[in-house]
């Protein structure tokens, strides 16, 4: 799926949007509103965004299994090549071995992403903190010239910011940008 990204000044226009995409067949589940007035957004029961779009955990996670990954296949290599105890050590707990540093890269990744900006969103930070509110809608490719064209013609106060896949893919040049604000 495809992921459009919409800003807006206001909560109304907000509201307005989030309506008209509804009864476009656009649900709860592929609707999404970033904002620093999240009281705003339930008052007006405007489904936000969760955890894991706003933060990066995901995305952090998966670049310290990689890095753990990494560091264990060298370290369970070094075992097996220097073999420090005189003893052979069995494939298998080579890579167990090897899976404990990824398990492990994962989860200290994962948990330093919980305190970092998802790595897709930081390049609205500015205006979040400026009191724009980011609409993602994601679209299959039959809705989204649809989303495009109402969005257009009935909200030109919502400019669109950006697009994107939904998918955190970690062979993408932008998987390897690591956010800066926090």
């Known amino acids: 799926m495809k992921r459009l990204y919409y800003l807006t000044d206001s909560l109304d226009s907000v509201t307005r949007i989030v309506e008209d995409l509804h009864r476009d067949g656009i649900t709860d ?30 995305h952090s996670g998966q670049l310290g299994a990689l890095v753990g990954g990494l560091v264990g296949l060298v370290a369970a290599t ?11 050590i069995p ?5 167990v071995f090897a899976g404990f ?13 919980v305190t970092r900006e998802n790595y897709k969103t930081t390049r609205f930070h500015d205006d979040l903190a400026n009191g724009k509110h980011l609409v993602m809608v994601d679209v ?9 064209h109402q969005l257009y013609r009935y909200h030109p106060e919502a ?6 896949t939904t998918l955190i893919l970690p062979f993408s040049p932008n998987f390897w ?6």
């Open 159 to 164: 400019c669109l910011a950006g697009e994107d």
């Open 78 to 88: 070094l075992l097996e090549w220097w073999n420090p105890f005189g003893v052979d």
């Open 91 to 95: 494939l298998p707990a080579l890579i």
């Open 177 to 182: 940008h690591y956010p800066r604000h926090q």
């Open 101 to 113: 540093f990824t398990m492990f890269g994962a989860w200290s990744g994962g948990l330093a992403g």
């Open 29 to 58: 589940w592929h609707l999404h509103v970033l904002s620093r007035n999240e009281a705003g957004l339930f008052h007006r029961q405007i489904h936000s965004a969760n955890m894991l779009q706003e933060n990066d955990v995901i």
């Open 140 to 148: 299959s490719r039959e809705q989204e010239r649809l989303v495009r």
